[in-house]
Nanobody, 121 residues
Framework: VQLQASGGGLVQPGGSLRLSCAAS????????MGWYRQAPGGQREFVAG???????NYRGSLKGRFTISRDDAKNMVYLQMNSLGPEDTAVYYC????????????????WGQGTLVTVSS
């Protein structure tokens, strides 16, 4: 499975941005898709995930500002980010794995190359 993230860029505080991730290859092996981010000098952290059936999971502090969605017909997953602040500056990575439920461990996972989001005036 290959994941190609896009949509990052420079946005002013309070602004919005929509990230996209295109999946290709053996997509039938994946159910969960999601986003992680890594701020400068920080560790990679979970942002949001969505299962093929539509169940979503969010980092608690981001719920309400970020919305994840997917279009299985297009093999795409999206992350709508609103009310962005400097603390959201990070490289955002697309992720996919075969889990069918959030309580299951991921036996393997795939990563995209990351797209940089910079929130600054």
């Amino acid at each position: 499975v290959q994941l190609q993230a896009s949509g990052g860029g420079l946005v002013q505080p309070g602004g919005s941005l929509r990230l996209s991730c295109a999946a290709s290859g053996n997509i039938y092996s994946i159910n969960a898709m999601g986003w992680y981010r890594q701020a400068p000098g920080g560790q990679r952290e979970f942002v949001a995930g969505i299962l093929r059936g539509g169940s979503t999971n969010y980092r608690g502090s981001l719920k309400g500002r970020f919305t994840i969605s997917r279009d299985d017909a297009k093999n795409m997953v999206y992350l709508q980010m609103n009310s962005l602040g400097p603390e959201d500056t990070a490289v955002y990575y697309c992720n996919a794995d075969p889990r069918e439920a959030w309580t299951q461990p991921a036996p393997y996972e795939y990563w995209g190359q990351g797209t940089l989001v910079t929130v600054s005036s």
